[in-house]
């Protein structure tokens, strides 16, 4: 009974270290289709069955655009106006994500910096983003990157 | 940068009156292709744009369960573990809605009460839910009705 | 080898307590993945299967949405120009609806009134709606409410 | 207010040239981009609008498969348990179908044979379905096989 | 690491007897329940898991029309702009596909013959599409037809 | 009339400066309503029609990662079994995309480097993945990262 909100929050609002976790999703098949069929992608790795069977890893995987999207979307979550996405670094896929894993995800600032031009205004923000299965294992990571209006008067 | 959370709200947490809006959202051609598909309805008042072209509407018009589901979705947020939600009262299509039309909801706690046999701890709660459009007009309505825990101790 | 017919039906021809009984469809994974989607609604309670499964109910739940824009669906079939649909009431989720689950619908007029203001030409029409899963378990119910043309003939 | 129904035909019940006509149904960009996602054909023909914009037909086309699912589904109705579909002969675009045209489908019995190892109890039944534009061109066509059981007794 | 190409294939570069085999495809509940939502057929033999468990086939069975779309699909890669796919001939549904098998697809070139007006410039072309399941059976055949363009110029 | 192969091409095979580009493929509003769906991002930068058009930027954007999916789906063809896609490097959102835009990529070798700790059967190889809209301008870039086994004889 809540509901996706705008908020406003600066640079000088968010502090290193501090980190969220969402919910959990599990990844169906039915996820893993879609996303073939929203990507052109429909190599054997993700939808033979029968072909991932006889494979060293077993089972069939997600696509690797598929976690990052899922886990890029599981947090976002209220509207700041205040930031902007502008990218992402490091993206590595640690581990396969199966069909039927549930992950969660969590966020944590990990920088934040004046920015080049016109560091009076502007900052930017970075957040590792790590992708976790139902075992504990990281799976995916990868490094969002925003930039953030400061407030510039003293809060 | 945020994300879906856990919140407890318990009865005594809601006041009536006390009301929330949501972002808005564009009832796509996608959308109604997609109900249609989910549902079966594929009646030519959601699906033939050239026979509605020759009707008084107009237009295509989204089936009234999309917009249920997207005016229940738009208003879910946070998961509050001490509300379940039962069901739903006097729901009306109070006007049509057509593809591309944008909604925003309002919920409005309008009603309390205490569970009939166990007023000690529970309560009953209705929110209204009102979808509007672009122009201001509320096109359905509904009674959305939980079941609340209460807090029970002195807050 | 048929198709969606529209047949001419009026007030004059429903009679209270006639019924009708739709085909079976199962709830599936890719139903509640897709409802999801079109929802906005991503709760743990139909998505993450881990977390259900440490929940007394055990299993990923459809969402109440899905049931009834399934079931509104599947009771949909002939075009009646002389009846409008213009919305729903008393809608209680009796039981879950699990993945996996097969439901049918059954249909039943339990009213018949005239219109307020045009007793002559118009006339209310209320069918039960009931949803029954695999095991005979009614697990959702909503009143459908109809506006209907008189014939206003003797027939 | 009518549903899917289960209707017993035999194949004397049916007679050459007895013809049915659907509702109409646009084909819409995303029935394309859903189809395109089913069969991981992403040809520009379908997909890139810049492109099409530069070739003499101009727009985007739906595939064929697409307009033979469509058309196939369109004339499904009510379920006949005495007739099995097994295969369809000439299937023939004749004119490309463009996203925003609408089709109707239109099925004629152009056919009746007894089968040739058991004339006694089975007959095929050969169906002319012919799809057609807002514009009243035929765009595709093909001949729907049946299988159907005789009723053996003197109707 | 390739993407999909333009490759100008004429007439004469065919030969009868040449073939090729794609990869393969689990038949997913995903797939099916999307079929279903793009033509609006849900009859029980696909979507009811209930009443085909007390079939004599015992499980849901994939649209035949979801079978030719996909073949059609996984059989499409270069594009030819000298050849155009303008029909289907003999379209038979063999064996059932079940929700869970895994296809691939082998198409192979059966005929080549002059067009009947304009022989020096035009050819047809057909080829002759089997899906395969994964016990190697045969499930569905179909003649896929195309006009090509000759090239005309000793090569 | 090819399909997805599966091609032995070794790190001796790639050649920095090597490149190659896709066929188009246009953004629809479609594809933004699935990947809302499928990411659970429904922000109204993406499906706000009417909020949009009152932004300086005017119209509905795709999401980031739907152009990332897009764009590495449309460079996916071949099968090489060995080269491993390991993760993604500087993902750039350098313009937005709107729905109806039409995109190509390009991929270009721009790196080759001997793996760490097994130069003798391993290399790095990065792709420079480039997203171009209609109008020539870089809307994307990404550098893609693939693990290559060396063929490790003299070829």
Chains 1, 2, 3, 4, 5, 6 share one sequence.
């Not at 060293?56 to 902007?84: C, E, K, W, Y």
């Amino acid at each position: 009974m809540a509901a996706m909100k705008t908020v406003d929050r600066f640079f000088e609002d968010y502090a290193v270290g501090e980190s969220r976790t969402t919910q959990g999703r599990t990844v169906t098949e039915a996820d893993v289709v879609l996303h073939a069929g929203q990507t052109g992608d429909f190599f054997p790795h993700h939808l033979d069955a029968a072909w991932c069977a006889t494979q060293p890893f077993g089972r069939r995987m997600a696509h690797g655009t598929l976690i990052i999207s899922m886990a890029v979307g599981m947090t976002a979550g209220d509207i700041n106006p205040q930031a902007m996405s502008y990218g992402y670094d490091k993206i590595r896929f640690v581990k396969p994500v199966f069909i039927g894993d549930t992950i969660t995800v969590t966020a944590e600032v990990t920088d934040k910096a004046d920015h080049r031009k016109d560091p009076a205004r502007l900052g930017y923000l970075h957040e590792l983003v790590s992708v976790i299965n139902q075992d504990g294992e990281t799976v995916t990571v990868l490094t969002h990157l925003y930039l953030v209006n400061k407030r510039g008067e003293p809060s």
